[in-house]
Protein backbone atom coordinates (compact mmCIF):
# COMPACT_ATOMS: atom_id res chain seq x y z
CA UNK A 1 0.00 0.00 0.00
CA UNK A 2 1.93 3.29 -1.56
CA UNK A 3 1.24 5.74 1.45
CA UNK A 4 3.16 8.18 -0.43
CA UNK A 5 2.77 9.80 -4.23
CA UNK A 6 5.73 10.82 -6.46
CA UNK A 7 6.14 12.91 -9.62
CA UNK A 8 7.97 9.84 -11.64
CA UNK A 9 10.15 11.95 -13.07
CA UNK A 10 11.95 15.25 -13.15
CA UNK A 11 15.23 17.31 -14.62
CA UNK A 12 16.74 19.61 -12.99
CA UNK A 13 19.68 22.35 -14.27
CA UNK A 14 23.19 21.19 -12.78
CA UNK A 15 24.25 23.99 -10.25
CA UNK A 16 20.45 24.99 -9.54
CA UNK A 17 18.26 24.02 -6.42
CA UNK A 18 16.78 20.41 -6.79
CA UNK A 19 13.11 20.49 -5.52
CA UNK A 20 11.26 16.83 -5.18
CA UNK A 21 8.04 17.14 -3.70
CA UNK A 22 6.02 14.23 -2.02
CA UNK A 23 2.64 13.66 -0.93
CA UNK A 24 1.64 11.87 2.02
CA UNK A 25 -2.01 12.94 2.41
CA UNK A 26 -2.97 10.40 5.00
CA UNK A 27 0.32 10.40 7.05
CA UNK A 28 -0.54 9.57 10.93
CA UNK A 29 0.57 11.20 13.67
CA UNK A 30 3.08 8.90 14.90
CA UNK A 31 4.98 8.30 11.15
CA UNK A 32 8.07 10.34 9.77
CA UNK A 33 9.26 11.21 6.74
CA UNK A 34 11.74 9.75 5.02
CA UNK A 35 14.25 10.01 2.21
CA UNK A 36 16.26 7.72 0.68
CA UNK A 37 18.21 7.88 -3.14
CA UNK A 38 19.45 5.11 -5.05
CA UNK A 39 22.20 5.71 -7.51
CA UNK A 40 22.07 3.31 -10.70
CA UNK A 41 23.17 -0.02 -9.43
CA UNK A 42 24.10 0.87 -6.27
CA UNK A 43 21.78 0.16 -2.95
CA UNK A 44 19.52 2.53 -1.80
CA UNK A 45 21.11 5.66 0.47
CA UNK A 46 20.07 7.43 3.26
CA UNK A 47 19.40 11.09 3.26
CA UNK A 48 17.05 12.79 5.60
CA UNK A 49 14.48 12.13 7.66
CA UNK A 50 11.93 14.55 9.82
CA UNK A 51 8.39 14.56 11.78
CA UNK A 52 6.94 17.79 11.79
CA UNK A 53 9.66 20.24 11.87
CA UNK A 54 12.31 21.28 8.95
CA UNK A 55 16.01 19.42 8.80
CA UNK A 56 18.67 20.22 6.92
CA UNK A 57 22.01 18.07 7.47
CA UNK A 58 25.23 17.87 4.85
CA UNK A 59 23.19 16.63 1.89
CA UNK A 60 19.87 18.16 1.72
CA UNK A 61 16.89 19.74 3.51
CA UNK A 62 13.44 18.80 4.51
CA UNK A 63 10.32 21.20 4.44
CA UNK A 64 7.48 19.30 5.94
CA UNK A 65 4.24 21.76 5.74
CA UNK A 66 2.00 22.49 8.73
CA UNK A 67 -0.72 19.71 8.28
CA UNK A 68 2.42 17.43 7.22
CA UNK A 69 0.14 16.17 4.37
CA UNK A 70 3.33 17.40 1.65
CA UNK A 71 6.81 17.14 2.19
CA UNK A 72 9.74 18.74 -0.56
CA UNK A 73 13.60 17.42 -0.64
CA UNK A 74 15.94 20.19 -1.08
CA UNK A 75 19.02 19.37 -3.18
CA UNK A 76 20.47 23.14 -2.69
CA UNK A 77 23.65 23.06 -5.40
CA UNK A 78 22.68 19.66 -7.77
CA UNK A 79 25.47 17.98 -8.95
CA UNK A 80 25.80 15.42 -11.87
CA UNK A 81 26.30 13.04 -9.46
CA UNK A 82 22.67 13.65 -7.45
CA UNK A 83 20.98 11.84 -10.46
CA UNK A 84 19.15 9.38 -9.07
CA UNK A 85 15.68 7.89 -7.71
CA UNK A 86 14.55 9.15 -4.82
CA UNK A 87 12.43 7.91 -2.42
CA UNK A 88 9.79 9.34 -0.17
CA UNK A 89 9.09 7.43 2.18
CA UNK A 90 6.70 7.22 5.40
CA UNK A 91 7.86 4.74 8.48
CA UNK A 92 6.15 4.35 11.78
CA UNK A 93 7.68 5.31 15.00
CA UNK A 94 8.82 2.46 17.16
CA UNK A 95 10.57 2.28 20.38
CA UNK A 96 13.17 -0.73 18.70
CA UNK A 97 13.71 1.27 15.57
CA UNK A 98 13.41 -1.11 13.21
CA UNK A 99 9.98 -0.68 11.31
CA UNK A 100 10.69 -1.46 8.26
CA UNK A 101 11.24 0.82 5.34
CA UNK A 102 8.06 0.54 2.28
CA UNK A 103 8.99 1.67 -1.39
CA UNK A 104 6.94 3.08 -3.46
CA UNK A 105 8.55 3.58 -7.32
CA UNK A 106 10.15 7.26 -6.17
CA UNK A 107 11.04 10.27 -8.78
CA UNK A 108 13.40 9.30 -11.10
CA UNK A 109 15.56 12.85 -10.92
CA UNK A 110 18.16 13.78 -13.93
CA UNK A 111 20.60 16.35 -13.67
CA UNK A 112 20.98 17.85 -16.92
CA UNK A 113 24.74 19.48 -17.23
CA UNK B 1 33.61 1.99 9.18
CA UNK B 2 33.44 -0.76 6.62
CA UNK B 3 29.68 -0.88 4.88
CA UNK B 4 27.35 -3.99 4.13
CA UNK B 5 28.97 -6.45 2.42
CA UNK B 6 27.34 -8.80 -0.40
CA UNK B 7 28.18 -11.48 -2.41
CA UNK B 8 28.36 -12.46 -5.60
CA UNK B 9 27.60 -9.13 -7.06
CA UNK B 10 26.13 -11.39 -10.10
CA UNK B 11 25.06 -14.61 -10.94
CA UNK B 12 22.88 -16.00 -14.14
CA UNK B 13 20.96 -19.44 -13.56
CA UNK B 14 18.69 -21.60 -14.99
CA UNK B 15 14.89 -21.91 -14.02
CA UNK B 16 14.47 -24.57 -11.59
CA UNK B 17 17.95 -24.22 -10.18
CA UNK B 18 19.12 -23.23 -6.57
CA UNK B 19 20.83 -20.33 -5.69
CA UNK B 20 22.49 -18.96 -2.35
CA UNK B 21 23.50 -14.73 -1.78
CA UNK B 22 25.70 -13.73 1.18
CA UNK B 23 25.08 -10.92 3.31
CA UNK B 24 27.88 -9.11 6.07
CA UNK B 25 26.38 -6.47 7.86
CA UNK B 26 27.98 -3.60 9.56
CA UNK B 27 29.37 -4.68 12.52
CA UNK B 28 27.37 -3.89 15.96
CA UNK B 29 24.17 -3.91 13.94
CA UNK B 30 21.93 -6.09 15.31
CA UNK B 31 19.09 -5.79 12.66
CA UNK B 32 19.11 -7.24 9.07
CA UNK B 33 17.11 -6.79 5.99
CA UNK B 34 16.85 -8.68 2.86
CA UNK B 35 15.12 -6.83 -0.02
CA UNK B 36 13.56 -7.94 -3.72
CA UNK B 37 14.11 -5.38 -6.27
CA UNK B 38 12.55 -6.11 -9.15
CA UNK B 39 13.64 -4.05 -12.65
CA UNK B 40 11.20 -0.69 -12.20
CA UNK B 41 10.16 -1.06 -8.89
CA UNK B 42 10.94 0.09 -5.75
CA UNK B 43 12.96 -2.42 -3.08
CA UNK B 44 10.22 -4.90 -1.32
CA UNK B 45 11.30 -6.05 2.13
CA UNK B 46 11.42 -10.30 2.03
CA UNK B 47 12.66 -10.69 5.66
CA UNK B 48 13.95 -9.14 8.89
CA UNK B 49 15.65 -10.37 11.65
CA UNK B 50 16.71 -8.79 15.13
CA UNK B 51 19.63 -10.82 15.89
CA UNK B 52 19.04 -14.40 14.71
CA UNK B 53 15.67 -14.10 15.29
CA UNK B 54 13.28 -13.62 12.13
CA UNK B 55 11.04 -10.12 12.88
CA UNK B 56 9.41 -10.38 10.02
CA UNK B 57 8.90 -12.78 6.82
CA UNK B 58 5.61 -12.18 5.89
CA UNK B 59 6.60 -11.49 2.25
CA UNK B 60 9.12 -14.21 1.89
CA UNK B 61 7.51 -16.60 -0.84
CA UNK B 62 8.73 -19.54 1.83
CA UNK B 63 8.06 -22.42 -0.01
CA UNK B 64 11.14 -21.60 -2.36
CA UNK B 65 13.14 -19.02 -0.68
CA UNK B 66 14.58 -19.44 2.84
CA UNK B 67 16.93 -17.14 4.86
CA UNK B 68 19.25 -17.69 8.03
CA UNK B 69 21.45 -15.32 10.50
CA UNK B 70 23.60 -17.82 12.00
CA UNK B 71 25.05 -16.63 15.09
CA UNK B 72 23.49 -13.02 14.48
CA UNK B 73 25.73 -11.76 12.65
CA UNK B 74 26.29 -12.58 9.01
CA UNK B 75 22.99 -13.90 6.58
CA UNK B 76 22.36 -16.02 3.78
CA UNK B 77 19.11 -15.89 0.98
CA UNK B 78 18.62 -19.13 -0.79
CA UNK B 79 15.77 -19.61 -3.56
CA UNK B 80 15.11 -23.45 -4.45
CA UNK B 81 13.99 -24.02 -7.19
CA UNK B 82 14.00 -20.39 -9.16
CA UNK B 83 11.56 -19.37 -11.31
CA UNK B 84 11.51 -16.42 -14.16
CA UNK B 85 10.31 -14.32 -11.83
CA UNK B 86 12.74 -13.85 -9.38
CA UNK B 87 15.38 -12.51 -11.84
CA UNK B 88 15.80 -9.00 -9.95
CA UNK B 89 18.61 -7.56 -7.63
CA UNK B 90 18.76 -8.90 -3.92
CA UNK B 91 19.79 -6.03 -1.08
CA UNK B 92 20.67 -6.49 1.90
CA UNK B 93 20.36 -3.63 4.86
CA UNK B 94 21.81 -3.91 8.41
CA UNK B 95 20.84 -1.15 11.38
CA UNK B 96 21.61 -0.58 14.51
CA UNK B 97 18.48 -0.84 16.05
CA UNK B 98 17.64 0.47 20.18
CA UNK B 99 16.82 3.86 18.41
CA UNK B 100 13.25 5.08 17.48
CA UNK B 101 15.26 6.92 14.26
CA UNK B 102 17.22 3.83 13.43
CA UNK B 103 18.74 4.73 9.79
CA UNK B 104 19.22 1.38 7.51
CA UNK B 105 22.35 1.15 5.69
CA UNK B 106 22.12 -1.00 2.00
CA UNK B 107 24.40 -3.52 0.49
CA UNK B 108 24.79 -3.04 -3.09
CA UNK B 109 22.81 -5.93 -4.03
CA UNK B 110 23.00 -9.21 -6.09
CA UNK B 111 21.47 -8.86 -9.73
CA UNK B 112 20.13 -12.50 -10.72
CA UNK B 113 19.20 -13.65 -14.15
CA UNK B 114 17.32 -16.45 -14.06
CA UNK B 115 17.00 -18.34 -17.99
Known amino acids: DAKTTQPPSMDCAEGRAANLPCNHS???????VYWYRQIHSQGPQYIIHGLKNNETNEMASLIITEDRKSSTLILPHATLRDTAVYYCIVRPLSNFGNEKLTFGTGTRLTIIP | EAGVAQSPRYKIIEKRQSVAFWCNPISGHATLYWYQQILGQGPKLLIQFQNNGVVDDSQLPKDRFSAERLKGVDSTLKIQPAKLEDSAVYLCASSSSGHHTDTQYFGPGTRLTVL
Open chain 1, 26 to 32: TISGNEY
